[in-house]
Nanobody, 126 residues
Framework: QVQLVESGGGLVQAGGSLRLSCVAS????????MGWFRQAPGKEREFVAA????????AYADSVKGRFTISRDNTRNTMYLQMNTLKPEDTAVYHC???????????????????WGQGTQVTVSS
């Protein structure tokens, strides 16, 4: 089992940047595929980005492609989401998620992830 804690959210103006972090407990972080999801008020939780266990491949939602970058440091049990050129529509609670699987896939469905953090609020003002 793994526990996840996000940090790095905040209030930023449109066009600005933020870097989110997700720290995982335990010594088997490298066994987990990881993802970032977000949920705005009144909306479904939506996929943002995913990264394989080794970090050698990534996937992004079309809405963030070219602006966001997902990465991980397995030596620090930490995953990151660098968010640039933020827009008001990026406002949401951002959650990190983990899945322990031998699969090489990068799933975008929340149901594929067994472990979730509590989330960190990102607010982008216009």
């Amino acid at each position: 089992q793994v526990q996840l804690v996000e940090s790095g959210g905040g209030l930023v103006q449109a066009g600005g940047s933020l870097r989110l972090s997700c720290v995982a407990s335990g010594r088997t972080f490298s066994m987990y595929g990881m993802g970032w999801f977000r949920q705005a008020p009144g909306k479904e939780r939506e996929f943002v980005a995913a990264i394989r266990r080794s970090g050698d491949n990534t996937a992004y939602a079309d809405s963030v492609k070219g602006r966001f970058t997902i990465s991980r440091d397995n030596t620090r049990n930490t995953m990151y989401l660098q968010m640039n050129t933020l827009k008001p529509e990026d406002t949401a609670v951002y959650h990190c998620a983990a899945r322990r699987s031998l699969s090489m896939s990068l799933p975008a469905q929340p149901s594929e992830y067994a472990y979730w953090g509590q989330g960190t609020q990102v607010t982008v003002s216009s």
